[in-house]
């Protein structure tokens, strides 16, 4: 196979300057705003304070990276929520790293709580500002391109509507054109958002010369990709820039991505948020924060054994096979809050209202939510995380994946104490297919949207969440 592009790279990330421009602005910015307040607080730039500013830049870096701040196009709100969390979060890794470090009393609250407010205040302005001039260059610099989408399907109408509410396109989508097999449904079952379609792909090449169409998009099924091949260098002829978006979205994606190996294009259906510094952010979240929760519950452990051990017979802790990341079997914890009974081999019940097995103290703590304090000794030992999705019972994992076809998709990440699902209100008895169905929906939205943000937000809701009426 001839090779006239050379040795470059089929997957070329693509630079945009106004974002390396922000970037580099915001950064500038918090470098001004910090040596001013400590010039004028402290007197002079200390090694500790340089420290400090340093330290603070690198985790703006990764933060700002993981909330995708130099890479969204969303409108002004979403971004300035997004900046808001990620500069918040980044204080409260520097707040948290000055503890560990029993650094906290050698700086001023003051300057870090008037750097905390200045800073956020001028990267905001900031971005407005950049965001506005570009929007102006866009508008009345730049010459809009016509365009023209071959498909019909709901993703040609999605495309369709996300070049025209882009104010960083200059592209207006003029039609598009069907599939030779599609051409008669789109006439008796259009789909809702579509551009007018123009005609089939045998009058392609002559909608480009007619309409003046500069850039064509390919948003068709996989099974039709051969329409790709056949056009392909056709409309090199036309002088046409050329995008192909394959039609995946009819699967049930799981965190999926682009990227590129050795230089050649990946697309990723399914795969575990947890790769790279990800996995080692998740990793020192449930290390650092599930150390000081059991100091924190060494008392409450201590008072809700002794509880179990005096309200019945048997062992104080329920241990029990559970499926976990990537399908491993671990031993979850839990306290006793059933009378000690024989056990139907192969069947697991789930707890009723009023079940007769339950305890007078187990009711309490399965009300509390107290019965899964141990689990934290599963946190710790890297079974499972904070928060993810919940662990089922083996027997209900396999009950359940031969009924809900995504099911194991949850298990892309670590299972959790509490999650996603379990805030919503998704937990408990299930008493029919759609209630797990839901918990399932919520616990593959948790993954696609994984962020320590997230995380921190779930365990927040958690306290009020876990005291509910389906707490039984």
């Not at 001039?133 to 016509?146: C, G, I």
């Not at 019945?312 to 000690?340: C, D, E, H, L």
Request: hydrophobic share 45%.
């Amino acid at each position: 196979m001839s090779n006239l592009g050379g040795n470059r790279s089929v997957l070329q990330r693509r630079g945009n300057f106004s974002n390396a421009l922000q970037a580099a602005l915001d950064g500038a910015a918090v470098l001004t705003i910090a040596y001013l307040l400590i010039q004028r607080q402290i007197g002079a730039l200390t090694a500790h304070y340089t420290v400090l500013v340093m330290t603070l830049l690198v985790i703006m870096g990764l933060l700002y990276d993981q909330f995708a701040i130099y890479r969204s196009n969303s409108n002004f709100t979403g971004k300035a929520v997004r900046l808001i969390q990620a500069w918040s979060l980044a204080f409260a890794v520097l707040l948290l790293l000055g503890f560990l470090t029993k650094q906290t009393d050698v700086f001023s609250r003051r300057l870090i709580a008037q750097l905390y407010v200045l800073g956020l205040f001028v990267q905001l302005l900031l971005h407005l500002i950049v965001r506005s001039l570009q929007k102006y260059f866009v508008r009345h610099a730049v010459e809009t391109d016509n365009v023209i989408i071959v498909g019909t399907s709901q993703l040609a109408s999605y495309l369709h509507q996300r070049i025209s509410h882009n104010p960083w396109l200059s592209e207006r989508v003029v039609g598009c054109v069907a599939l030779q097999e599609d051409a008669d449904n789109t006439s008796t079952s259009p789909v809702d958002g579509l551009p007018p379609v123009l005609g089939t792909l045998d009058h392609l090449l002559e909608l480009i010369e007619r309409h003046g169409v500069r850039t064509v998009y390919f948003a068709i099924p996989l099974h039709a990709s051969a329409v790709v091949e056949e056009l392909y260098f056709k409309l090199l002829d036309e002088h046409v820039a050329i995008h192909w978006v394959p039609d995946i979205f009819s699967l049930r994606l799981i965190n999926h991505s682009v990227r590129e190996i050795a230089g050649v294009p990946v697309l990723t259906l399914s795969e575990t948020p947890l790769t790279g510094t990800r996995r080692l952010v998740k990793s020192l979240e449930d290390v650092i924060l599930g150390s000081l929760i059991c100091l924190a519950a060494v008392p409450v452990l201590g008072l809700v054994a002794l509880a179990v051990r005096l309200d019945s017979p048997g062992p104080v802790f329920f241990r029990q096979s559970r499926m976990g990341w990537n399908g491993a079997t671990f031993r979850i914890w839990k306290f006793r809050s059933m009378y000690v009974h024989p056990v139907e081999q192969g069947v697991v019940r789930q707890a009723t209202r009023g079940d007769p097995r339950v305890t007078r103290v187990g009711a309490f703590i399965r009300r509390t939510s107290l019965d899964e304090l141990p689990q934290i000794f599963n946190v710790l030992r890297g079974e499972m995380s904070l928060v993810g999705p919940r662990p089922h019972a083996v027997q209900h994992d396999q009950e359940y994946s031969s009924r809900i076809q995504q099911y194991f998709a949850r298990h892309n990440i670590k299972p959790g104490i509490t999650g996603l699902a379990q805030v919503r209100g998704y937990r408990g008895e299930t008493r029919d297919i759609n209630e797990m169905v839901l918990r399932v929906q919520s616990d593959i939205e948790y993954i696609n949207n994984w962020s320590l943000w997230l995380d921190l937000s779930i365990l927040l809701r958690t306290f009020s969440a876990f005291t509910g009426k389906k707490a039984y």
